[in-house]
């Protein structure tokens, strides 16, 4: 019995997520004494370095094609190399991609499945998952009655650490037959972190004042290398595109940290930022409630610390 990991490698690229769920399924293998593998589906530039995270196989698939994400396509190929491979655990990234696969894999395995687990399980009695449910507001213990089990994992939930392992690694052919899914328009943001994977995020809020404003959170967000997001008014105003509305209705991140300029912190956005690691908080109201969720506040009138603090981040870089 092993288990097997998928990684994500858009373009080539091996994301974050994918060393973490590496760790992950290295450490859940260890605790179970026996091996984990990995499995790459299509092109990637450096397969060999999840060996670090204590992977002891690597398997890349070649289809002879490039591949487009089809999970239906996927799942089949995943599912199949964990039933020849005898793997009963599969692990992915709670990504879009992870969470388009996980239920497919787990009813071609005939598994039990939880999504978005967020640490690694308790084996003391069985197998046991934590999740994040409610908004965040509680966690809700799994524990599996299958033997094939599939589990995505939400980023951040482990930091990977780099072992001394080298991974075997390992070429096969599949063929994937033909797609029933036909891309007709494939539009992309170049060079900006999508919001789920980012790991720096500039927000704000109605406290902008009108769409003119933003141009002061766009600086911060370049300074820091971050990704932009919104409160849900601010969407809805159309003073931002609907895909950068963070909270219970929009999209949840768990960022390494999080900036929030002019939000005042209703649930309903904490509901999809409080997992982040480190928040900030600029607010001139100091009874605002996101104070109560912030590691570091700034009590002040944003278009005058927005400003200042990207001069100094700009200084600090240069020098
Ligand atoms: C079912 C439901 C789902 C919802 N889902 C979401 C969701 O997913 N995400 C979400 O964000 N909201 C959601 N909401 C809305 C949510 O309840 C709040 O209304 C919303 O988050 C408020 O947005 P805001 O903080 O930008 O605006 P406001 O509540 O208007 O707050 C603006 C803040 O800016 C501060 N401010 C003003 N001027 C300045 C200045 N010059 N300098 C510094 N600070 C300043 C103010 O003190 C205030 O705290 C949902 C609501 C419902 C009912």
């Known amino acids: 019995m092993s288990v097997l990991v998928y990684i994500e490698s858009p373009k080539g690229k ?14 859940v293998a260890e605790s179970l004494g026996t091996e984990c593998i990995a499995v790459f589906i299509g092109k990637a530039d450096d397969p060999g370095s999840v060996g670090k995270y204590g992977v002891k196989k690597i398997i890349q698939v070649n289809s002879g094609s490039d591949l487009d994400l089809d999970s239906q ?32 894999i787990a009813v071609r395995m005939n598994a039990g499945s939880v999504s978005g687990a967020n640490a690694l399980p308790d084996l003391t009695h069985g197998f ?16 599996f009655e299958t033997e094939n089990k599939v589990i995505s994992v939400m980023g951040n939930s482990v930091q990977p650490i780099e072992t001394a392992n080298a991974a075997s690694l390992e070429s096969i052919e599949i063929s994937v037959g033909k797609s029933r899914m036909k891309i007709l328009e494939r539009k992309t943001s170049e060079g900006i972190v999508p919001l789920p ?25 370049k300074v820091l290398g971050a990704t ?20 219970q209705t929009g999209v949840a991140i768990r960022p390494n940290l999080y900036i929030a300029a002019g939000i005042s912190g209703a649930i309903q956005h904490l509901a999809g930022v409080n997992n982040s690691k480190v928040i900030v908080v ?8 996101f104070f109560k969720a912030a590691d570091y506040g700034v009590v002040g009138d944003l278009f005058d610390v927005v400003p200042k603090l990207t001069e100094s981040i700009r200084k600090f870089k240069q020098s």
Not at 228 to 247: I, K, L, M, Y
């Open 14 to 27: 091996i994301k974050k997520t994918g060393y973490e769920v590496a760790y992950y399924g290295a450490k």
């Open 73 to 104: 396509i996927f799942s089949s190929v995943i599912s199949k190399i964990a039933v020849d491979r005898g793997a009963k655990i599969v692990i992915l990234s709670n990504t879009s991609t992870g969470k388009s696969l996980t239920g497919r």
């Open 128 to 143: 046991t998952v934590n999740k994040s449910v409610f908004s965040g507001k509680a966690i809700a213990k799994y524990t």
């Open 197 to 221: 994977e980012a790991e720096l995020v500039v927000s704000a809020g109605r406290g902008m004042k009108g769409p003119e404003n933003w141009g002061i959170i766009e600086d911060l967000a």
């Open 228 to 247: 932009t997001a919104c409160s849900r008014p601010v969407a809805d105003s159309n003073w931002r595109p609907h895909h950068e509305h963070v909270g």
């Open 282 to 289: 600029i607010n001139k109201d100091p009874e605002a409630p």
